[in-house]
């Protein structure tokens, strides 16, 4: 069965740099997402993308987050300038419509800001 | 703002007790989504549920959307240790969200079932 991965599994990095998390959705999905779970907190939205866009985002994805599908492949989750807070566990998933449609998650990037 | 309540927050049975577990909104919501998720996994679909009143059966699990689409609930029947795993529910299209048709999730469930 087809199946969304991520990469890495975990990302260690200091405060103030730059990650990137990287996924590869199921390939005929049009709906890309990215969530992240603070330990021991719900599971919380950031960003939908469709066609080469964001349709919506939360109130979470300040401008220090930005998305990019850079090829026919990959849809990656940039953050500029981390902070101690941004440390989560950051999941993507897909979707083959935006409309009551199950979502696809990956297993998750377990980013650690120190 | 917490759209999704969920409850209990942790509940611990033996193999073989019935369970039910809650999602409460103040909310209208589209559909409702379950899904169950496993330590270090992402979280997996279980139902969809769209129609107000809407029953629908995975083997021993019986969901239900209540018939005003702002409630839901989940009846594990004869649980299993297999059972065991965080139970999220998920809303989408909530009136008062400002997220359009993202998905919200609750806090969850947690379940464990002992042999």
């Known amino acids: 069965e087809p199946e969304v991965t991520q990469t890495p599994s975990h990302q260690v990095t200091q405060m103030g740099q730059e990650v990137i998390l990287r996924c590869v959705p199921i390939?005929?999905?049009?709906?890309f997402y990215w969530y992240r779970q603070i330990l021991g907190q719900k599971v919380e939205f950031l960003v939908s993308?469709?066609?080469?866009?964001?349709?919506?985002k939360s109130e979470i994805f300040d401008d220090q987050f930005s998305v990019e599908r850079p090829d026919g492949s990959n849809f990656t989750l940039k953050i500029r300038s981390t902070k101690l807070e941004d440390s989560a566990m950051y999941f993507c998933?897909?979707?083959?419509?935006?409309?009551?449609?199950?979502?696809?998650f990956g297993n998750g990037t377990r980013l650690t800001v120190t | 703002t917490q759209l999704l309540e969920q409850s209990p927050q942790f509940l611990s049975i033996q193999e073989g007790e019935n369970l039910t577990v809650y999602c409460n909104s103040s909310?209208?919501?589209?559909?409702l989504q379950w899904y169950r998720q496993e330590p270090g996994e992402g979280p997996v679909l279980l139902v969809t549920?769209?129609?107000?009143?809407e029953v629908k059966k995975l083997k021993r699990l019986t969901f239900q959307f209540g018939d005003a689409r702002k409630d839901s609930s989940l009846h594990i029947t004869a649980a299993q240790p297999g059972d065991t795993g965080l139970y999220l529910c998920?809303?989408?299209?909530?009136?008062?969200?400002?997220?359009?048709?993202?998905?919200?999730f609750g806090k969850g469930t947690s379940l464990l079932v002992t042999p």
């Open positions: 998933a897909s979707s083959t419509w935006i409309y009551n449609s199950p979502l696809h």
């Open positions: 993308f469709y066609n080469n866009e964001i349709s919506e």
């Open positions: 998920a809303g989408a299209g909530a009136l008062e969200s400002n997220s359009g048709y993202a998905l919200n």
């Open positions: 390939s005929n999905h049009l709906y």
């Open positions: 549920v769209v129609t107000g009143g």
């Open positions: 909310s209208v919501f589209s559909s």
